[in-house]
Structures are given as C-alpha cells and as structure tokens.
C-alpha cells in the first residue's frame, strides 16, 4: 500500500489508497470530463482577472517613466490613502444603517404576508418584489428625477404644502437618499428570500404550537425565526458585500449632484475613476484587491456567527 | 458586481490584445509604406492613390459630411468615421487603445486642452514632419498656439471658442439694466437682476473646469506651465487666479448663479425663459442656442466678454479643437491626407456651414462671414463681435499635460466650495494639490504654489 502511493506520488485519486490491485489503479477521467468545461470558464472569467489583478497591483505604470516594479509600495500606499478610507467609512456607515433597516423590512413585509391574516398576499409580494425587477439604473434615474428641488417630485411637495424640504442631494442627505433608493430597490428580494424560507416550515409544526397555546407572537419567536436564521444570513451576506460594492446609485446620481458626489465617493467609485480617468490601473487594481479581501473577512465572519449560533 | 468583473475582464482582454499587438508590431517593422512619419506632398498624394480605410473617431457634426467628400474626390480612400463619445469619453477610449497598443484610430478628434496629454505621452505624431507647420499663418495666433508643443505641431486647428458674453436682451431690457462691460459691472448687474426678480439669475453655475480656467485665462493668470515636457508647475493662486476667485466667489457666496448644471434639460429650459439671463461661453455658442433654445429666438444677443480694465479688450478660448494622427496608426500618409482636407482644405467649408466657429484666419475674415445678419439674434452681426474677440485672447496660455484627469477632479475640490457657497479660493488651492499629487505619481516634477 505504501509503496504503491509512494510511486505514484502525484496521484492523488483516493481509490489508490485502498491496497487495490494495480490495474484498478488506472485513473478514471470521468469526473474531470464533467467539471472540465465549467472549470475552464472558471478559470477564464475568475482566476484569471483575479491573478491578472494581483499582479497589476505590484506595479506602477507612469506617463512618464513607464513602468516598473514596485512590490508592495501600492497597498502601503492605499493603506494611507485618505480618500480611500473616506470612501470605505461612508460605505460602512450606510452598511450599519441601511441594511439593518432594509432588512427588518423585509422581515415584517414576509411575515405578515406568511401570517395568511392579509387579504389578497399574492398581491403584496409582487407588489414588493416588483422594485427588484426594475434595473438599478432606472430606479436611480427615477428617483433622481424625484429628488429634484427644482422640477422633482419635492418641488411639487414643497409648492403644494408650502414648505421646504433639505435638498435630498446636499451634502448632508445624499447618502440617506441613496439609502432610501436601495431599500426601495432590494426589500422585494430579501422578502422573498425570507419568504421563501418560511414557506418550508412543516405546518404540522404550527398545529402542535397551537395545541400547546402558543400565540402568533409566540410561534414568530419560537419556530419562523429560529427557521429564517439561514435565510437571514444569506441576506446579511449579500447585503454587506452589496454595501460595500456600491456604484450605481451613487455614479448615476453624479450628473445630478455633481458637487456632492465626489469620484471617490465609494471605494468601487474610486477604482472606476482611477483607472478610467486617471489611467492608475495599478493603483485601481490595489484597491480592488483590498476591497475584495475586505469584503470576503466581513462576508466569512458573518457566516461563521450566523451558523455558529444555529447549532 | 458587474463593474469589478468587467473591469477584470477588460484588463483581460487588454493584456491579451497588447500581446498579440506587439506580435503584429514585430511583424510590421519590415514594411513600412504608408506609416511613414514623414512625406511630402508628393507621399501624401501618392499614399491618397492607394486602397486604403482610415478610421476617424470625432463628433463633430460636420465630419461625416467631409469624410464623403473626400472620398468622392479620392475613390481609393474608405473613411470610417467613428462617434467613439463626446471629449472625455472619447479621451478615455483613445487613452485606453493607447495603453492596449492597439485599436485607436488613424485620425482623433482632440479639444485643445487635452491634447498635451496625448502629445506629451508620445502618442500623437509630429506634423511636422508632412510640412504642415508651414500652415502656422493659416490659422489665428490662439489656435496655432494650442497645437503647437514643445516645438512640435501635434494637430491641425478644426474650431475655435474665443469667448464672448451672450445676454438676454429681453431680460436687460425689461428691467432697465445696462449690458455689463466690466466684470464689477457685472456684478453689479447680478444683483439688480435677482433682487428685482429672485427667480432671475445673471447665469447658472455650478462649477465647470473649462469654464474656470478660461475665465483665469482671460484675468491674464498663467497657473500651468510646462517646461521640458515633465517639469510642471501649477499656480492656481497666481494674480490672474486670485482675480478670478475674488470676484466670481462674491457671486457665489451671494447665491447670485443660479445652481443649475449647463447642457441639463433645466438649463435650456432657464436659457428660454430668461432665468438664466447671460452665458459667458465660446463663439460655438450660436448653433446651440438656435437649436437648443428655439422659443427665445429674437432676445438673445452677443456684447465682447466682460474685462477687468475697463476699456482693455481682453478675452479667453473657452472649448474648440483640432485633429490629430495617431501614432498607432498604420496609413500615417493617408491620413495625413485627410486631415489636411478637413481641417486646411475644403473642409473647414463644411464645418462652418455645420455651426462651427472656424480658427482659419481668411474665414474669419470673409466678408460673408462677418456681415452675416443672425435672425435668431435680432439680425445682429453676431462674428463681428466673435471675430474681435478671437483677435484679443490673451497671450501665453497653457494647459497642463494631465488636464484630463484634472478636470475630472474639479468638483470633488473646487466643487465643494461651489457646494457650501464660500470662498473659491480655498477650492482652488485643493484642486491644485489633488492636480500636483496626481501628476507626482505619474512621474512628472510637479511644483506647486509661487
């Protein structure tokens, strides 16, 4: 058995390891065969950019001077960027606001048309999803057009009612405005991931609880919440890596509020900007580098927390 | 998502294409032809009487139409004309091919202010070398000067935006307020403008890169100098800046422009209905107007720009271009050709009677052209005041060699003082560290500050 792996030490197929005799021991290619055209497309569209990336951020490519290698100097660099950490606060800070909120909503929204006490719920959850199937940019367009102070949707309200509301695109209330887009845009998908998941609960379940007297509040806490972790852990991931993602909304408002709006306003901003405009590819490359490994830390510990507790 | 991936893929793709781009490039050193750098007029007609397809990427309405006259004239010349995107979109492509080694264009249309960014990074061929700097009388001083760097000639002039004040005569008229011939006086009149009416503003402004360094141009400031074509020093805090700066920030700190983007629907709209009452913009300004702002035919009318001396004629290039040829390219000859057609020959024919403002000097100088009647502006004799103007832009203006990416960043800085309405020159003084930190890590020597 020994000598058997240890002349083939490449081998790794596990049949080997069994003691079988040598003519079994010719490789079976079958499974390869099936895996082989997905793993050629992951190599293509997946590894490749990324390995392509990783080895851009280790140069630095100048309109004068040309390029050269410089090691680690680009993330040293980002590390110390200003407008690289301003941009990453102000993405996490609409994480902790805005994802929280989005998906507490979304929460109640399947819930309450799970809790079959709603007339018409087929209604209501495409009514919710509905948003989702609207494409982020003509959801931004939309709601750039509503912000508006001076022809939008808030000129109308402050003309109407006589009143005043803050500019939604001043420097102050962008965010949130862009926060409010979101929501808009992502509470159908998370309902109905929430949704989903509900709907798999054995009903015999609810039977029992109602023997035993429980109330609607009672089975909310007791049995659909316990049974939605997985499905709030799916979202919270998607969520963050949403949040920290962020370009859409924020680079089609940018015409708009072009002041406020800075090009670094969120970290892909950055990178977009940096490499289309300003030709630092290198740099950009870095950026998203840091940004993916950032966001894959954040993505794993959240799974880790949500499993652990589901234990 | 998307982005990250695509962005991934590009690099991809760009790698690749650069490979293979420099394969084609070893290949092509044996055969020469018609990418010689160099020719006669003689070369050139030769090259023009060969099959050759020459890709022009512009936007310029009128390049369409002068690509097939000139192909009538030259039956074995194929001219593909590429609208490739408006000034930095298309900047961003051509930077983009450049970068690739491959897939840029014969011809590209270049704005003046970025074109030392495509000349300076070698990716531009001296004219030069066809003879076309012998063209220099052809074309006004202003224009002339804007192709002409570091002693070589990277373009030939297509337009020209010598500025001018454009005012709605109904507006001035209604409240009895006198065309401005100052910069004070023009303040002046934008406050007895918005007091008398507040939904009437002297103009709109939000914050333009353009706009700005053309109004320090024509204060006579110089903040961008080049020297050695890598030596730069950038002074936005110089006299001219500063006259600048003080004067339109009491515009703005006032609340006294009106805080709609140019080119929005809301901005042609406030153009038509007179709550945007002046524009103090390049001498291409007319067709837009006619186009853009049918309704108010008949109240718009052209005064020469506002000075700072009163009496001292002084004005500024604000926008225009000229065409340029490609190092990339393999049919330099050929295309040589048609960019002496377009922008020398019988072409600029055709993009004055497109609306372009023309930077030849015997156009600007044609009879037809200066007494033309303009029905739009009340018959006015509007190129008397366009032509003056081009004669009296200030002298000595230059662009940076990364004005591009420059501009991109004008609001991020300059733009929050716009934002808060308070003074620009702090704005300034943040775009030019931005602008210095840019061009450091691009390897030029940057000196920022006097």
């Given at each position: 058995m020994t000598t058997v792996s240890q002349n083939r030490p490449t081998a790794v197929a596990p049949r080997l390891g069994r003691g079988s005799a040598p003519h079994k021991a010719k490789r079976d290619w079958?499974?390869?065969?099936?895996?082989?055209?997905?793993?050629?497309?992951?190599?293509?569209?997946?590894?490749?950019?990324?390995?392509?990336?990783?080895?851009?951020?280790?140069?630095?490519d100048q309109l004068v001077g040309g390029n050269s290698?410089?090691?680690?100097?680009?993330?040293?660099?980002?590390?110390?960027?200003?407008?690289?950490?301003?941009?990453?606060?102000?993405?996490?800070?609409?994480?902790?606001?805005?994802?929280?909120?989005?998906?507490?909503?979304?929460?109640?929204?399947?819930?309450?048309?799970?809790?079959?006490?709603l007339h018409f719920p087929a209604f209501f959850r495409i009514s919710i999803f509905l948003?989702?199937?609207?494409?982020?940019?003509v959801a931004t367009l939309m709601w750039g057009f509503m912000y508006g102070v001076r022809f939008g949707l808030v000129a109308n309200i402050n003309d109407f009612f006589g009143i005043s509301l803050p500019d939604p695109l001043s420097n102050s209330w962008v965010l949130a405005s862009i926060g409010n887009i979101v929501t808009w845009e992502f509470v159908g998908y998370n309902m109905l991931l929430f949704y989903a998941a509900l709907r798999v609960i054995p009903t015999d379940l609810y039977e029992a609880a109602e023997l035993d007297g429980a109330n609607h509040l009672r089975i909310i806490r007791n049995i659909k919440l316990p049974a939605l972790r997985p499905a709030i852990v799916i979202g919270t991931i998607f969520s963050i890596?949403?949040?920290?993602?962020?370009?859409?909304?924020?680079?089609?408002?940018?015409?708009?509020?072009?002041?406020?709006?800075?090009?670094?306003?969120?970290?892909?901003?950055?990178?977009?900007?940096?490499?289309?405009?300003?030709?630092?590819?290198?740099?950009?490359?870095t950026i998203a580098i840091i940004m993916g490994v950032a966001t894959a830390v954040i993505a794993l510990v959240v799974q880790n927390r949500g499993s652990r507790k589901e234990v | 998502m998307t982005i990250r991936s695509t962005r991934r893929l590009r690099r991809g793709a760009a790698a690749l294409t650069g490979v293979l781009a420099l394969g084609l490039a070893l290949s092509a050193c044996s055969s020469a032809g018609g990418s010689a750098e160099t020719g006669n007029a003689?070369?050139?007609?030769?090259?023009?009487?060969?099959?050759?397809?020459?890709?022009?990427?512009?936007?310029?309405?009128?390049?369409?139409?002068?690509?097939?006259?000139?192909?009538?004239?030259?039956?074995?010349?194929?001219?593909n004309v590429v609208n490739a995107g408006t000034g930095n979109d298309q900047y961003v492509k051509l930077q983009n091919a450049i970068k690739a080694g491959s897939g840029a264009p014969d011809v590209a249309q270049i704005e003046y202010y970025a074109l030392p960014q495509f000349a300076l990074s070698d990716s531009l061929v001296d004219l030069k070398g066809f003879g076309f700097d012998s063209f220099s009388d052809k074309y006004t001083d202003s224009t002339w000067n804007s192709v002409n760097l570091d002693g070589g000639v990277y373009a030939l002039p297509q337009d020209s935006g010598p500025m001018a004040l454009f005012y709605n005569k109904a507006v001035f008229d209604q409240y009895g307020i006198a065309v401005p011939t100052t910069w004070d006086e023009y303040v002046a009149a934008a406050k007895q403008l918005h007091a008398a009416d507040p939904t009437k503003y002297i103009t709109n402004?939000?914050?333009?890169?353009?706009?700005?360094?053309?109004?320090?141009?024509?204060?006579?400031?110089?903040?961008?100098?080049?020297?050695?074509?890598?030596?730069?020093?950038?002074?936005?805090?110089?006299?001219?800046?500063?006259?600048?700066?003080?004067?339109?920030?009491?515009?703005?700190?006032?609340?006294?422009?009106s805080p709609i983007t140019s080119w929005s629907d809301e901005w042609y709209k406030g153009l038509g209905d007179g709550s945007i009452a002046t524009l103090t913009i390049g001498a291409w300004m007319p067709g837009n107007l006619e186009s853009g702002v049918a309704q108010a035919s008949g109240d718009w009318r052209v005064a020469p720009m506002p000075t700072w001396e009163k009496g001292q004629a002084a004005s500024a290039e604000n926008g225009g271009g000229g065409d340029a040829i490609l190092k990339q390219s393999k049919n330099k000859l050929a295309a040589a050709g048609f960019l002496q057609y377009m922008n020398e020959g019988d072409g600029t024919q055709t993009s004055i009677a497109k609306g372009g403002f023309p930077s030849t000097v015997a156009d600007l100088n044609s009879d037809?052209?200066?007494?033309?009647?303009?029905?739009?502006?009340?018959?006015?004799?509007?190129?008397?005041?366009?032509?003056?103007?081009?004669?009296?832009?200030?002298?000595?203006?230059?662009?940076?060699?990364?004005?591009?990416?420059?501009?991109?960043?004008?609001?991020?800085?300059?733009?929050?003082?716009?934002?808060?309405?308070?003074?620009?020159?702090?704005?300034?003084?943040?775009?030019?560290?931005?602008?210095?930190?840019?061009?450091?890590?691009?390897?030029?020597t940057v000196k920022a500050g006097s």
């Open positions: 079958t499974g390869w065969k099936f895996i082989g055209p997905f793993m050629l497309i992951f190599a293509f569209v997946l590894i490749a950019p990324v390995v392509y990336s990783i080895y851009l951020s280790f140069f630095k290698f410089v090691g680690f100097a680009n993330y040293i660099q980002v590390l110390g960027d200003s407008k690289f950490w301003e941009s990453l606060g102000r993405v996490s800070i609409f994480l902790v606001v805005q994802v929280p909120i989005m998906l507490l909503l979304a929460l109640f929204a399947a819930l309450a048309i799970d809790s079959a006490r948003p989702y199937a609207v494409p982020a940019v890596i949403g949040s920290f993602q962020l370009f859409n909304e924020p680079n089609i408002l940018k015409p708009l509020a072009k002041n406020t709006i800075v090009t670094s306003f969120t970290p892909n901003m950055y990178a977009y900007n940096l490499s289309f405009s300003g030709q630092q590819y290198n740099y950009a490359a | 003689d070369d050139i007609a030769k090259a023009l009487d060969t099959e050759t397809t020459i890709t022009v990427w512009a936007w310029a309405p009128a390049v369409e139409q002068i690509a097939k006259d000139f192909e009538k004239e030259h039956p074995k010349i194929t001219v402004d939000t914050g333009d890169a353009g706009f700005t360094t053309s109004m320090i141009w024509q204060a006579g400031g110089q903040p961008y100098k080049t020297e050695k074509s890598t030596d730069v020093s950038i002074n936005l805090q110089d006299a001219g800046s500063k006259k600048f700066a003080d004067t339109w920030s009491e515009l703005v700190e006032g609340g006294l422009v037809a052209f200066l007494n033309y009647e303009s029905p739009y502006f009340g018959g006015q004799k509007i190129n008397q005041v366009l032509v003056q103007s081009s004669k009296d832009v200030v002298k000595g203006w230059q662009y940076l060699p990364f004005q591009v990416y420059s501009n991109s960043i004008f609001n991020d800085t300059v733009g929050k003082a716009y934002a808060n309405k308070s003074d620009l020159n702090a704005g300034l003084e943040a775009w030019q560290k931005a602008t210095a930190d840019y061009g450091n890590e691009q390897g030029f």
